[in-house]
């Protein structure tokens, strides 16, 4: 089964305006982090932002927030008034804690292209 | 800038070929990481290197062989490769710290390879 599931290959967005990626990840630890990176063309990994499984708040950074639905196993990206920089290939990712593992799990990737 | 650095940025190689990526991370971090990303799939793990010492070889084929002399240092030697191994190489770095869930892990901007 796949650990990070990002069902959404690509998404458009008009400038100004908000956007939700979609993340479901999938594990039987009780503590794990789930991380966003965005990706430009140029190929660089970016790391965004983060949420702890025991965080009872939202994780927010800038224009970046994390709606974490904890029971749902979600852990959606909203990027609000989005720009033409946000375009991007962007990447949920999650570590498993209780297993001592260090690595970090991907998803698939959203491509999110912003337009004027 | 992440403070981690890739060499070369492009390789281009014949599958008889032998040679060599190089990372190098200035943050002071206690592990580091090779991934593959190919078209269309999520990052894979390759390799953990935790403190000098391999914790992870995800199943790597032989052809690749990771070194990793100093906390600071990663290499990937190549050797015979073939054409499905062309993608790009990303170094990563990350501060393991007991239980933390919350390090990112600092990426590099890869290595894009393509064999012939």
């Known amino acids: 089964a796949q650990k990070i599931t990002q069902t959404q290959p690509g998404m458009f967005v008009q400038e100004k305006e908000a956007v939700t990626l979609d993340c479901t990840y999938d594990?039987?630890?009780?503590?794990?982090?789930l991380f966003w990176y965005k990706q430009p063309s140029s190929g660089e990994m970016i790391f965004l932002i983060y949420q702890g499984s025991y965080d009872e708040q939202n994780a927010t950074e800038g224009r970046y927030s994390l709606n974490f639905q904890k029971a749902r196993k979600s852990a959606n990206l909203v990027i609000s008034a989005s720009q033409l920089g946000d375009s991007a290939m962007y990447f949920c990712a999650m570590r498993e804690m209780d297993t001592g593992r260090r690595a970090l799990t991907f998803g698939s990737g959203t491509r999110l292209q912003v337009q004027p | 800038e992440t403070g981690v650095t890739q060499t070369p940025r492009h390789l281009v190689m014949g599958m008889t070929n032998k040679k060599s990526l190089k990372c190098e991370q200035h943050?002071?971090?206690?592990?580091m990481y090779w991934y593959k990303q190919s078209a269309k799939k999520p990052l894979e793990l390759m390799f953990v290197y935790n403190f000098k010492e391999q914790t992870e070889n995800n199943s790597v084929p032989s052809r690749f062989s990771p070194e990793c002399p100093n906390s600071s240092h990663l290499f990937l030697h190549l050797h015979t490769l073939q054409p499905e191994d062309s993608a790009l190489y990303l170094c990563?770095?990350?501060?393991?710290?007991?239980?933390?869930?919350?390090?990112?892990?600092?990426f590099g901007d890869g290595t894009r390879l393509s064999i012939l």
């Open positions: 990563a770095s990350s501060q393991v710290t007991g239980q933390r869930m919350n390090q990112p892990q600092h």
């Open positions: 594990t039987s630890d009780q503590s794990y982090g």
């Open positions: 943050l002071g971090h206690n592990a």
